[in-house]
């Protein structure tokens, strides 16, 4: 796709499709740029300053949500920990979040957005997401705190899973300093765009696995919830025409004269040293092992455990309500789409054994209430239209 082609698809304005491809373009330019500098230009690129009627709020989480979060992550991971990267529990800095609110909203708290960022878990920010976490605020008429969580590559999972808990357990415990009180986890909900869409799920996950209190429900916008990269959806090659998201999203490299090179490979030759002592029996296929780590984000041992790709949950039963969105020519279609027939019916949607536990041994196994929308055409995170907003809003009252 490039500016001077036609439309790929019949239905796309000039608007649209020009749009598209200055984002693909701006992707393929990228893609050779140290890590670093492409994490900066993001977010210098999308920050934006508040209009009038929107109010920020800046925020550092005290330690103790981050040593709480910890503590829940250490029982649930432990059968995992061969294959994960120990320097998660080690943070060098502390816990952002920001609230958005409108100036007419009271202060009753009476509707929470936590919002969970996209960028493919190594780029993002709540600054670089303004532009959807005001629109949330306006057309939900509800609180929005946005969450900074730490990025890959500087940060392997479980880092983000531990900052989205921690974001979690400051809402519903949050101190005297805080100047609100207690919010009722029924009354929060969680939102989330692509690898943001997918943290928020395995979040809802984790949450329902440590038995920790669940939120009112999850709006998820194109989630990436298969980091195996093996759905049908992500090699169509009429997907190659429309969509920005390239196949190499999972896949992409530290950059060349990347700062953090030598730190990082250090990194995971420690990790792949640790897995190759250990020879940890875990959710995988052999093949994962068959070649060299692709991803960023962890180990390509650890690529199936379901907090990574929560598709790969051995049930998806017992969620709160969940709103996902997907694009009908996106990348990401078939794993949302699964993952929702996963979670509305589970006992009929299981996957081969070798990307699950047993099944028949899961205590979730009554159904989630699912709301699936694929919009014909679109590609991956088209969520920009006034109709979408209004859609959400409606899920969330």
């Known amino acids: 796709m490039s500016l001077s082609e036609d439309p790929p698809v019949k239905s796309w304005d000039l608007e649209f499709h020009l749009a598209v491809a200055a984002v693909k373009v701006n992707n393929n330019n990228s893609s050779e740029l140290p890590i670093e500098q492409v994490q900066k230009r993001f977010n210098e690129k999308y920050k934006i300053e508040a209009p009038p009627n929107?109010?920020?709020?800046?925020?550092?989480?005290?330690?103790?949500y981050r040593q709480e979060s910890r503590k829940h992550l250490e029982k649930v991971l432990k059968q995992y920990e061969d294959v994960l990267d120990e320097k998660w529990k080690e943070p060098n800095d502390r816990l952002h979040g920001e609230w958005v609110y409108t100036k007419d909203e009271n202060n009753e708290m009476d509707k929470v957005i936590l919002h969970i960022h996209g960028g493919g878990y190594f780029v993002g920010s709540p600054e670089s997401f303004r532009g959807l976490t005001f629109k949330y605020a306006e057309y939900a008429k509800a609180r929005v705190f946005s969450i900074d969580y730490r990025l890959a590559p500087q940060n392997q999972f479980p880092a983000s899973l531990c900052d989205s808990v921690a974001a979690y357990l400051y809402l519903l415990n949050p101190g005297l300093e805080a100047g609100f009180k207690p919010i009722n986890p029924k009354k929060i909900v969680f939102m989330g765009e692509s690898a943001g869409g997918g943290l928020a799920l395995a979040t809802l996950l984790f949450l329902r696995d440590a038995e920790l209190p669940l939120p009112g429900g999850a709006v998820v916008l194109s989630?990436?919830?298969?980091?195996?990269?093996?759905?049908?959806?992500?090699?169509?090659?009429?997907?190659?025409?429309?969509?920005y998201i390239d196949k190499k999203l999972g896949i992409r490299g530290i950059g060349s004269s990347s700062s953090l090179e030598d730190e990082f490979n250090a990194n995971v030759k420690a990790l792949a040293d640790k897995i190759a002592q250990k020879k940890p029996k875990?959710?995988?296929?052999?093949?994962?092992?068959?070649?060299p780590r692709f991803n960023l984000y962890c180990a390509n041992e650890a690529i199936a455990i379901p907090y990574i790709s929560p598709m790969l949950a051995e049930s998806l039963g017992d969620l709160p309500p969940i709103l996902c969105q997907v694009g009908g020519l996106e990348r990401f279609r078939d794993e949302g789409i699964l993952f929702s027939y996963k979670a509305a019916y589970p006992h009929e949607y299981q996957l081969p054994s070798y990307a699950t536990k047993n099944f028949e041994k899961s205590p979730f196994k009554n159904p989630t209430k699912v709301i699936l929308e694929v919009y014909d055409d679109m590609p991956h995170a088209w969520h920009v239209s006034k109709n979408n907003f209004r859609e959400y809003c409606f899920f969330l009252s």
Not at 282 to 291: D, L
């Open 223 to 243: 989630p990436w919830v298969d980091l195996t990269q093996s759905m049908p959806s992500y090699l169509d090659a009429e997907i190659d025409k429309a969509d």
């Open 54 to 64: 929107i109010i920020l709020e800046q925020v550092i989480l005290d330690e103790r």
């Open 282 to 291: 875990i959710v995988g296929h052999p093949s994962f092992t068959e070649v």
